[in-house]
């Protein structure tokens, strides 16, 4: 059908629903709206599905919800009569519509027979990951958008591993959904659910006691926070997410007195409406935070964001000023706090691996060499690093030690398969104690590690491309830089192209074509000159097409310089 049929099918088959029938009327005389709209599905993939809230197909709403649903239960179904025995777990933000959409979701997996684990409020990411494991269900929903803007919500869907559902996977899912027409999704009467047993509501204790318990067992120097831990001055903000009562509970468990939260950003908000978009990544999102925290004089500033699986932090600088660090910052410090403490005490493993994203820092792989430990890059996506410790379990060649991502995403469990903002805020505030008692702050390690291996820079540039013609935009950029590979950017030779949807890596010298060595993928990878590398690649979860930049010299300041000349360049060549 067309998006107009489309539009008029909505019209009829929902007539009955006042409200979706209102907000469809009142778009008469906006036909880009209704076309965006209803042009195509939501996607559905490994990271589930998210977009706008509203009426239509490429919407967030009840009827996509329901739909996704029911064909991720034909699928369950479909494979074993033991699954639905086993069961689903489902989590959900403080996004609105998340305890709607949770509730459906779960109400249309028990009218098809399937039982159901819910969460009573809300819950981190990492909660329903652990859950899932522990619970040994079959797979896990959560319904977030983690860190888009509010009119944004999502529906991730995992696997019995916890992590996120591998590709062959979800495209199967996706296809059970697409043969599914949104009248055959229906909900279960809640009361009947509950009298069945088919539905069981997650409380209190449940599974928070026991993922708080093993959450401190990842404390690297436990008998330092003790001490430590009395001294050390952090502001926590939840930016109005899931993060607020489980960061609170580590913190205090492990030692840290003196937590101050930000109040304004306390409590959930589905509006996030002191902040632009809660995002731990934007510096705008730390301005309530930094007022606190120079009036009590903190150590270091956290934010998680909605779901908590990604977490931010800003430290005071040489001039006593709070500078926020970056993903890749904060991955390297962590996990140079790590070895160099697990050194002293003796216990970095011998067959140590550390994973990181192919868009993730190089100073991670120097880092990690440094303390005779092996480091791998994975695709976008911490379902490659769970796939990878997973890996690593089942061949019994490598102990998983730190896993992370430049998007600020962080991992030193195995318990969990997902990033994990409590485990990060742990690990954070640790290394910031341990900082402390040399009379250091964690940008002093910051320059240490870049003293030892090299002045690494980063930048990360996203190109926003919304609607039908932004994929069109996409797609097209991506196409031109393959037919039509630079030679040069900034002045630096291109050594080599890993085109990643090929699975090829491409010498440009001497025209030698060998495996890219990862899973097919949209991405381009330029290796330079002087170790700089750029990639490039749309974003599976946004309306972005992402730059990566990464350079290193003998100082800062000319790996700044030689960064910002590359992104020009790059902007140049995507325009």
């Known amino acids: 059908m067309t998006y107009r049929e489309q539009y008029e099918a909505w019209l009829r088959d929902f007539a009955d629903d006042t409200a979706t029938v209102e907000e469809l009327k009142a778009l008469e005389g906006n036909e880009k709206e209704i076309e965006d709209r209803f042009y195509t599905e ?4 490994t990271a589930g599905m998210r977009g706008v809230l509203g009426a239509g197909t490429n919407r967030m709403n009840l009827y996509n919800v329901r739909r996704a649903t029911k064909g991720f239960a034909d699928y369950i179904n479909s494979q074993d009569p033991e699954y639905a025995k086993r069961g689903v777990v489902i989590a959900y933000d403080s996004r609105r519509m998340s305890p709607e959409f949770a509730k ?16 009573d409020e809300l819950r981190p990411v990492p909660v329903l990951s652990y859950a ?37 996977y979800a495209d199967q899912v996706l296809k059970m959904i697409r043969a599914c027409k949104y009248q055959d999704a229906v909900e279960m009467d809640e009361d009947k659910a509950l009298a069945s047993g088919l539905l069981h509501i997650i409380g209190k204790k449940e599974i928070d006691d026991d993922y708080i318990a093993d959450v401190k067992t990842l404390s690297v120097q436990p008998e330092l926070m003790r001490t430590a831990g009395k001294e050390l001055k952090i502001v926590y903000t939840p930016l109005h997410g899931s993060g607020n009562k489980p960061v609170r509970r580590i913190l205090a468990e492990i030692g840290i007195e003196n937590v ?9 908000d589905p509006n996030f409406s002191t902040i632009k978009v ?4 934007d510096p705008a999102a730390f301005a309530m935070a930094m007022k606190l925290a120079d009036e009590v004089g903190a150590d270091c500033i956290f934010g998680t964001d909605p779901d908590c699986d990604r977490v931010g932090i800003a430290v005071k600088d040489n001039e006593g000023k709070y500078y926020l660090m970056s993903g890749n910052q904060i991955g390297c410090v962590l ?29 991670a792989r120097k880092i990690a060499a440094g303390f005779g430990l092996v480091c791998f890059d994975t695709l976008t996506g911490f379902k490659w690093i769970a796939e990878k410790i997973q890996q690593f379990q089942d061949k019994g060649d490598h102990t998983f030690v730190f896993g992370f991502e430049e998007s600020y995403g962080f991992l030193s469990s195995t318990f969990v398969r997902d990033k994990d903002g409590v485990n990060a805020s742990l690990l954070i505030a640790e290394a910031a104690a341990w900082a402390k008692t040399q009379g250091k702050t964690l940008y002093d390690i910051l320059q240490e590690i870049y003293a030892t291996f090299g002045y ?8 926003t491309l919304p609607g039908k013609d932004g994929v069109a935009k996409m797609q097209s950029i991506m196409k031109n830089l393959r037919t039509d590979a630079p030679k040069e950017l900034a002045g630096l030779k291109v050594l080599a192209v890993r085109d990643y949807l090929t699975g090829t890596r491409t010498d440009l010298a001497t025209g030698a074509v060998t495996p890219a060595g990862l899973p097919k993928s949209d991405v381009l990878y330029f290796e330079l000159e002087n170790d700089a590398w750029v990639c490039i690649r749309p974003s599976g979860t946004e309306p972005k097409i992402k730059l990566y930049v990464n350079t290193n010299a003998a100082s800062h300041a000319e790996s700044a310089a030689l960064n910002e000349a590359l992104v020009t360049a790059c902007k140049a060549l995507m325009a």
């Open 104 to 119: 459906a979701a779960a109400l249309v997996l028990c009218n098809e027979g399937i039982n159901v684990c819910l969460f």
């Open 278 to 281: 809660p995002n731990p990544e």
């Open 42 to 45: 939501l996607s559905f993939g």
């Open 335 to 363: 996990l140079y706090y790590i070895l160099k403490s697990r050194q002293a005490l003796g216990t970095i493993p011998a067959d140590g691996a550390v994973v990181k994203s192919v868009v993730s820092t190089e100073l």
């Open 260 to 268: 101050y939260i930000v109040k304004e950003q306390e409590l959930p």
């Open 456 to 463: 690494y820079v980063e930048k990360v540039v996203s190109v």
């Open 132 to 168: 899932v494991r522990h619970l040994h269900a079959i797979a896990g929903i959560v319904i977030t958008a983690s860190h888009n803007p509010p009119q944004y919500n999502g529906y991730k869907v995992y696997w019995e591993d916890g992590a996120q559902m591998p590709p062959e």
